[in-house]
């Protein structure tokens, strides 16, 4: 077996996989700026708790670019937990269309399954390392 450099062009899949989670974390930052704007205007009473979920989803934010920075480096340790927060996604878009914002729901679900799919590939799996 061949060693792979780290600076070598990643393989389809991982690639698509690192993009898409690039792109969620930015999307999680936009609603973090909307939660922190909202957290300025609301009134003094909700402010604790709203200042509260605004951190916790900058932490998610942080967590899908960390990790998408990871398996850009192909980091194997990042792939479990960019599958779990994946998987995590599942109950809200769910919940998301069920609550009629199909919109948002869909999108978010199918990305999450893709994203799913193309880490538990050959190919990534190979560009991993992981046997």
Do not use: K
């Not at 809200?92 to 069920?98: D, G, H, I, L, W």
């Amino acid at each position: 077996m061949t060693e792979r450099s780290p600076h070598a062009a990643l393989p389809g899949p991982l690639r698509g996989a690192v993009g898409l989670l690039a792109a969620e974390a930015t999307a999680v930052v936009l609603v973090v700026a909307y939660l922190a704007y909202a957290d300025l205007t609301a009134d003094a009473a909700n402010r604790r708790s709203a200042l509260l979920v605004a951190l916790y989803v900058a932490l998610v934010a942080a967590a899908l670019g960390g990790l998408a920075w990871a398996l850009s480096r192909r980091r194997a340790w990042a792939r479990s937990p960019a599958i779990v927060l994946q998987l995590l996604l599942l109950p809200a878009a769910y919940y998301m269309v069920s609550g009629g914002l199909l919109w948002l729901g869909l999108p978010l679900g199918a990305a999450a399954l893709l994203v799913i799919g193309l880490l538990l590939t050959p190919a990534t799996r190979e560009a991993l390392d992981i046997h």
